[in-house]
Structures are given as C-alpha cells and as structure tokens.
C-alpha cells in the first residue's frame, strides 16, 4: 500500500500485471501467450493449469443447464460443504469456507484473521503479500 492507497486496482490486479517478464508471470498465472514469447523452445502445447482449465479434462458427467441458469441455493452450498469436509478430512473444530477462487481467498484471508505479523513463503501468487499488507499487517 503507498499513500493510503492499494497497489491492487478494483479488479485485484496489480498495477504493473500486465508486463511481460517472467517475474510477471508470477502474478496469479495465465497470459500463456506471453510465457509462450518468453519461452519459445518450451514443448508445446502450453497447458494453463492456473486457471483449472486443461484441454485432457477430467470426465465430468453432464451437467444440468438449471445450474447455469441461477446461483446455488442453500442446500447445495451445504452438500458442497459436507462434500469438501469429507474429502480434505475436515477435523471437528475447522470450517470450510466455499469461494470463487483463490484471489478472492487470498484477499479475504488478511480479514477474516485480523492484520498482526505474517510471513508468507514462496512461490505463491503475487497478490498475497499485497494482501497482507493492504490490511495492515507486517510482512517482512
């Protein structure tokens, strides 16, 4: 954060995302086309795995077009929830907070535990030490 302000603007993007060195590739993944320039002796094809999106996807049985058409009702955060919990081995005392992606995560994280000192290890998405930081905490 630089003079009250956030170094991220309104779509949790980092000023200076779009560049195109390796080191901005690090931001939160994609922009296969410009790791793509930066790398043309890589083997090909690029498979952006940042994103969840893979062209060998896992089978997926079809999918109802209802749940395109509204968001997920209570029930059905509740089955996801029970879902995850059974899955990832939830112990007793945690909770399992579903959210539409790890950015939104990432930024919510430093609010939901309160700023203090943090360290934060690498390689991880850029915008978490942002995080951190735009909440107050102290991140050395």
């Known amino acids: 954060m630089r003079s009250g302000r956030s170094d991220m603007d309104g779509t949790m993007r980092l000023g200076d995302e779009i560049g195109q060195t390796a080191a901005d590739l690090r931001i939160h993944g994609g922009r296969i086309d410009v790791a793509a320039l930066l790398y043309p002796a890589a083997p090909r094809p690029w498979i952006d795995l940042s994103t969840g ?3 060998v996807a896992w089978p997926v049985p079809p999918i109802p077009p209802a749940r395109y058409q509204r968001l997920p009702l209570a ?3 509740a089955d996801m929830i029970e879902a995850a919990a059974a899955a990832y081995g939830r112990p ?5 907070l579903p959210v539409p ?5 990432l930024r919510l994280l430093p609010r939901l535990l309160g700023a203090g000192r943090v360290g934060i290890l690498t390689p991880t998405y850029g915008s978490h030490q942002a995080a951190w930081r735009d909440a107050g905490a102290e991140v050395p």
């Open 75 to 77: 029930r059905d955060i």
């Open 53 to 55: 999106i893979n062209p």
């Open 101 to 105: 992606g790890s950015e939104l995560a």
């Open 92 to 96: 007793a005392n945690a909770a399992i």
